[in-house]
């Protein structure tokens, strides 16, 4: 697919995947500074919301106002307490303390891919052009599968400790967002790059 990109539009679609991917974002960190402000009612609302689409996991979620960025399960057991965490050892509804700080709405997993998401897209908006389409093996062995070793052997290990003597596997914050920033970010530069360029194709054949 060849396109002249002198005088260019950027492609609506683009900016409104942008647009909203920033606002996902914003709104995921949004809860842990209302909480921090005393408006718990709206953060509630969209802690709930967000539940939806995440499992938000207090072990695998950043916090923002607290002690630490990140807690371990057994460090937030040792730290509030197991009464506090409906669900042991899935705590979800747990949300933080003044002590503990405020847990971000979306785990760091899903943050980073879409955050990463967002500033490739934001990239491409600010170069008035898409990169070159990275082909579909290379998303595939860069992107989709880094998270799905790490996670898909995170989840195996809980599923065998279930049947056997084994030790789950937990992952790590590090790897988490490394992960998720691989995946977020190839996967913009593999769809929406060819989403730009068709969009530009439909402009040309509509000249």
């Known amino acids: 697919m060849t396109v002249k990109t002198a005088e260019r539009r950027i492609p609506s679609s683009i900016q409104l995947l942008a647009l909203g991917l920033w606002i996902y974002v914003a ?3 949004l809860p ?3 909480m921090k402000s005393g408006l718990q009612r709206p953060a509630a609302i969209l802690y709930t919301l967000y539940s939806f689409t995440c499992h938000q996991l207090p072990q695998r979620s950043f916090f923002l106002f607290g002690a ?3 807690y371990s399960l057994e460090d937030l057991k040792g730290r509030v307490g197991l009464e506090r965490l409906p669900g042991y050892p899935w705590p979800r509804a747990f949300t933080g303390d003044p002590q503990i700080g405020w847990k971000i709405a979306l785990c760091q997993r899903d943050l980073a891919i879409y955050g990463a998401m967002a500033l490739a897209a934001t990239a491409m908006i600010l170069r008035r052009r898409p990169w070159r389409p990275l082909p579909l093996w290379a998303f595939l062995a860069l992107g989709l599968a880094p ?5 898909g052997s995170q989840f195996v290990s809980y599923v065998l400790a279930q ?3 084994f030790t789950p596997r937990e992952s790590t914050p590090f790897l988490r967002v490394l992960t998720g920033a691989l995946f977020g970010g190839t996967f913009a530069w593999t769809f929406l790059s060819r989403l730009w360029l068709l969009e530009w194709a439909a402009w040309e054949e509509g000249r």
């Open 32 to 34: 842990p500074i209302l």
């Open 27 to 29: 709104g995921a960190i």
């Open 147 to 151: 998270i799905a070793l790490d996670g």
């Open 163 to 165: 049947i056997g003597p």
């Open 68 to 70: 630490h960025p990140a």
